[in-house]
Each structure stands twice: as C-alpha cells, then as structure tokens.
C-alpha cells in the first residue's frame, strides 16, 4: 500500500512557516563536494528523500559524510571526496532522481571519467540531456552511449570553450559549470540559466577556489584553476516552497509569515502574479507576510526560465486558480506534460479545459472533496492546497512524491493551524 494523506476541508492556514534550504540547489552542491580536495561543509540543507538519494549516490562513489546537525527544517552536512574510487551512477538511483546526472560534470573534471545510466523520461516531460552532452564534448570530453549509459571520458583533462545554449537549461547550466572549474583556460556559457539556484552553485564554487563571475545573467565566464579547496557554505532558501505556502495562504483565505531570509528577491514574477490575483505581500523581519484579501482574482501566466513565473509552481497557482473569480489562462512553456494534477482537479469540481500547452480556468465557487492521485512532486502540493480549500474530505493516494521535495509538510502545516492526516 503506497503513502496517503487525508485532509478534511476547508481549515484556513495561519501562522509562520520556517522555509527550508532549497532542493534545487543543495543537490547540485552536494555534487559539487566531488570537485574539492579538501572537505566541503553545506549548511542549510533541507531534510528531503531526494537529499538522502544523492547522499548515497555520492557514499557509492566514495564519498564520506559526516551531519553535523540535524533538524526538522534544516542540515549542516560535511562531505569530504578523498577517497572516490567509482565513477557510475546507476541505473537504479539515476531513475529514482534525475538529478543524479549532476555528478557527470564534477567526476568528468575531476578524475577524467564517469558513467550515467540515461535518466530516461518522467511524468512531466521527456527530460532530455543532449545539451549536457555536448557541453561536454565542446569541453573536449568523449562520449559514448551504450546500454542506457552514458560513458564519457577525458584523458587529456577538459579545456575551456563557449557553449551557447540553444534553450535555457537549469541542470545543463549547472553540470557544464561545474565540469568547466577544472577545466584549462576559460569557459563562456552564453543563454545560461539564471535561477538562483545556479547563482547559488557558483558562489559556493567561488568559495571552494573557483574563478566564476556573470553568474545571475545569461553569460556566465569559468577561468578553470587547478584545484579547490575548503569552503562551508549555507544553501539559498527555497522559493518553490516559499510560493507554495504563499498560495496556502491565498487558498485557504489565510495568512502566513514565511521566514527564511530576503524571499522577495528570489520570486519577482511569481509575486507580480500572486498580487494581482489579491494576494497582499509585507516584508517582515527575516522574511515575508503573506496575507489573502479575501478574494481571488483570475489571472493569465506563462511559465519561463527565470525570472519569469517558474514552472515548479504552476500546478500550485493552477489549485489556487480554480476558485478564482473568472477565468484564468496558464501556458506551461517548460514541461509539455505537466497538466496531469488536471483530472484531479476536475474530480474535486474544478473547471478547467487543456489545449496543448495551455489551461482555461474558469473558476468555480467550491471544490468538493474526493480521491486523487499525486503524479508528480509540484502536483502532489496542489492536491493538499486543493484539498484544503475544498468541503469535506479528500484522500491523496502517492504522496511520496511530496516527500522527495517538500520538508515536514505536516509538521509545517500543524504550526500553523492546519491538519492533515498521513494515513
Ligand atoms: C526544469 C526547470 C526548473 C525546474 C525543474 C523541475 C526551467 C528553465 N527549468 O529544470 O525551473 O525546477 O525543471 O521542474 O524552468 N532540455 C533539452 N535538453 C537538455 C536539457 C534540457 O532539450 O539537455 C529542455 C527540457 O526538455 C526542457 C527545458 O530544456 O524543456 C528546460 O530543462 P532543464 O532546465 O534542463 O530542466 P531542469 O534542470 O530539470
């Protein structure tokens, strides 16, 4: 029998959140530990399955950790890479989280070689690497596709090059950064990703040695140096889950005070949006206050790279969406897959026809509770608020989605009034 969480509706969240360290940038750091001689300490980093998926992976490899500390919302992790003796990432951990393909950069720069199980798709998308791969082959690597795996190498080490992404890639972006610290000469990564999770990679690897500046903007220039060293480093909160207890708020008619440092730095579209749908935004000390005016009103967004509206929090905006008063249009422009928490919320009452990439939300008075099924991690978060907003009960069935990406939702959500029950 797989996970699920019964909540009984409507409840109303008001409270404080403590935001965690971000899933999207602690696991790239994690792998960034393999570039280092010396130890890397990580603070900040969030307690997620996900995190201890790219523990063991790295554990595999020959890595050591050692937690420092360990609790509900956060983790001080000290890794040190001085005895790698395997450079695979299998099959069975790659397909558990695609995000297992970041150590390619790290052990291709480091050791000269490494072999990654092809990710293969997910349920939101194909999740192709190709711009990884030839990233890396810019960077002088050779790589060969056999048996699901990827094996590259590069004997003579890597050298600089410039790589111009055709399309922005987060991971793509991270993994080339990465392979090119080690590299000889310099590295210009044009179209590069500028979330802040990248940024965030970058200043840790400055930390450790590196000699990284544009990070932040769309070139990003990589003068490859010979080794790093020591650095400790605190992982940028998290703006999905930072969004995602924002629209609680909005969902349920609520308030909440997310704390976890300058949040408004790291959502502007997202709070643009959030406003115009009624949404009041305060800054308050170490954080934000997030208050519902009572109504919500429809809105059009479309997903982009950063800084636009992050795809990471459509599903959630969808949830919220549908109970607003009108119509709303969502475009997904990142994933060509990522309506399937749709039927689901048709089933609780929502109103809502798919074309392609693109959603018509008429909003509806009432949701009503019922059985559903998370598909993915992002979708799994908008069946609770869904089910929070809705009257009477609503099991969700697959949480374990939920867990790869969000800390102690139901620790998080009891502080603030709210109960959901995992059954
Ligand atoms: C993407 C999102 C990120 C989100 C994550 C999980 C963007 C730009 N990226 O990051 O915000 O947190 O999903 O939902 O918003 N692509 C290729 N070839 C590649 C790599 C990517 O064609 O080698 C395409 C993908 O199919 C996709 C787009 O590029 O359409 C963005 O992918 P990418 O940013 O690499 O995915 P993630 O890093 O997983």
């Known amino acids: 029998m797989t996970a699920k969480i019964e909540i009984i509706g409507p409840q109303k969240i008001n409270g404080a959140v403590h935001i965690s360290g971000a899933k999207n940038a602690a696991l790239p750091l994690l792998a ?51 005895s790698v003796n395997n450079f695979t990432a ?40 190709d711009l990884h791969l030839k990233g890396m082959e810019a960077l002088g690597a050779k790589i060969e596709l056999k048996d699901g795996y990827v094996h590259a190498t590069a004997p003579n080490g890597l050298r600089g090059a410039e790589i111009d992404f055709p399309i922005v890639t987060v991971t793509g972006t991270e993994n080339i950064l990465m392979a090119a610290v080690l590299a000889s000469g310099t590295t210009v ?6 979330e802040p999770e990248v940024v965030d990679l970058a200043n840790c690897l400055n930390k450790m040695g590196a000699d990284i500046s544009g990070h932040g903007t769309d070139t990003i220039i990589v003068n490859g140096v010979a080794n790093l060293h020591h650095a400790e480093h605190s992982v940028v909160p998290d703006r999905i889950e930072a969004g995602t207890y924002a629209i609680a708020a909005g969902i349920t008619g609520g308030a909440v005070d997310l704390l976890g440092g300058n949040l408004r730095e790291l959502l502007p579209s997202f709070i643009e ?21 009572g109504n919500i009103y429809p809105i059009d967004i479309s997903t ?29 422009n990142i994933w060509e897959n990522r309506f399937m928490h749709v039927a689901e919320l048709l089933r609780m009452g929502a109103d809502i026809e798919i074309h392609n990439a693109h959603a018509k939300v ?13 598909t993915d991690l992002r979708a799994s978060f908008s069946l609770v608020l ?21 800390s102690c939702v139901k620790e998080k959500l009891a502080g603030c009034g709210v109960v959901i029950n995992r059954l």
Not at 40 to 62: A, F, H, Q, Y
Not at 275 to 289: A, H, P, V, Y
Request: charged fraction near 20%; charge should be neutral; include cysteine.
């Open 189 to 194: 990564l044009k179209n590069a990703a500028r």
């Open 90 to 129: 299998p099959y069975e951990i790659v397909k558990k989280m695609r995000a297992s393909i970041l150590i390619l950069g790290p052990l291709l720069s480091k050791f000269g070689v490494c072999t990654v199980s092809l990710p293969g798709g997910c349920a939101i998308g194909v999740r192709p690497i």
């Open 273 to 293: 949006k959030m406003e115009q749908t009624g949404l009041i935004f305060s800054d308050i000390d170490n954080g934000l206050r997030v208050q519902s005016s």
């Open 32 to 82: 960034a530990s393999l570039l280092s001689n010396d130890s890397l300490l990580l603070k900040n980093i969030p307690p997620l399955v996900d995190v201890r998926t790219m523990l063991s992976l790295l554990e595999e490899l020959g890595v050591s950790f050692h937690i420092i500390s360990d609790s509900v919302v956060s983790q001080t992790i000290s890794l040190k890479t001085d």
């Open 362 to 374: 008429s909003g509806v008075k009432k949701l009503t509770g019922a059985q559903v099924m998370a």
């Open 304 to 332: 982009e790279p950063y800084p636009g509206f992050p795809t990471d929090l459509q599903a959630q905006t969808m949830a919220m969406l549908c109970l607003a008063d009108g119509i709303s249009n969502i475009c997904e």
């Open 386 to 406: 869904a089910a929070l907003a809705a009257n009477g009960k609503t099991v969700i069935d697959r949480v374990y989605h939920l867990d790869r990406g969000y």
